[in-house]
T-cell receptor
Framework: TQLLEQSPQFLSIQEGENLTVYCNSS?????LQWYRQEPGEGPVLLVT?????EVKKLKRLTFQFGDARKDSSLHITAAQTGDTGLYLC???????????FGAGTILRVKS | ETGVTQTPRHLVMGMTNKKSLKCEQH?????MYWYKQSAKKPLELMFV???????ENNSVPSRFSPECPNSSHLFLHLHTLQPEDSALYLC??????????????FGDGTRLSIL
């Protein structure tokens, strides 16, 4: 069992559609990060959330940290082909000292 | 100039070869990391260096040998690898590994294939 479970594993949608991907755990996290990894490149940090219930927006991307700090979601509005990539969540457990990663959600946006 | 540079980008080697992966960061960071990325699995942390000192070895087999001559450079020496070692190897850096919630900056990885 992975500490951070991401769902779905794979998502294929048409350009213009909305989508949500999830990052869930049974553990409490002091912070969660979301990264996007495009094909042939390394992960790039999108956002860090640290407060339960926090919502952050990055253009068409909306990130939410659960009230209990055990889960997070990423919502994309009107997806574009440039959103294609692997979305990774990563977090530091409360009282922990390591950044742990989920297995990621592969998003494919078709034109 | 890109923040974290990894070379080579692709490497094919036999099980008896010796090769090295190189990582260089131009961000002024003090911590550097090696990760292994395999399909459908979370990133696996392999090694961590902070201020040139190794602070973490995540039960990595001895056929992988890291080297950190200074805070800007990190190497991964490979010897007698197995087919299951084929993966994308990612290098990352951050300001200080004692603060785990700091963002990590990744290179584009070395795609390693073991024949």
């Amino acid at each position: 069992t992975q500490l951070l479970e991401q769902s779905p594993q794979f998502l294929s949608i048409q350009e213009g559609e909305n989508l949500t991907v999830y990052c869930n755990s049974s553990s409490v996290f002091s912070s969660l990060q979301w990264y996007r990894q495009e094909p042939g490149e390394g992960p790039v940090l999108l956002v860090t959330v640290v407060t339960g219930g926090e919502v952050k927006k990055l253009k068409r991307l909306t990130f939410q940290f659960g009230d209990a700090r055990k889960d997070s979601s990423l919502h994309i509005t009107a997806a574009q082909t440039g959103d294609t990539g692997l979305y990774l969540c990563a977090g530091v457990r409360e009282y922990g000292n390591k950044l742990v990663f989920g297995a990621g959600t592969i998003l494919r946006v078709k034109s | 100039e890109t923040g974290v540079t990894q070379t080579p980008r692709h490497l094919v080697m036999g099980m008896t070869n010796k090769k090295s992966l190189k990582c260089e960061q131009h961000l002024g960071h003090n911590a550097m990391y090696w990760y292994k990325q395999s399909a459908k699995k979370p990133l696996e942390l392999m090694f961590v260096y902070n201020f040139k000192e190794q602070t973490e070895n995540n039960s990595v087999p001895s056929r992988f040998s890291p080297e950190c001559p200074n805070s800007s450079h990190l190497f991964l020496h490979l010897h007698t690898l197995q087919p299951e070692d084929s993966a994308l190897y990612l290098c990352a850096s951050s300001q200080d590994s004692r603060y785990s919630n700091q963002p990590q900056h990744f290179g584009d990885g070395t795609r390693l294939s073991i024949l």
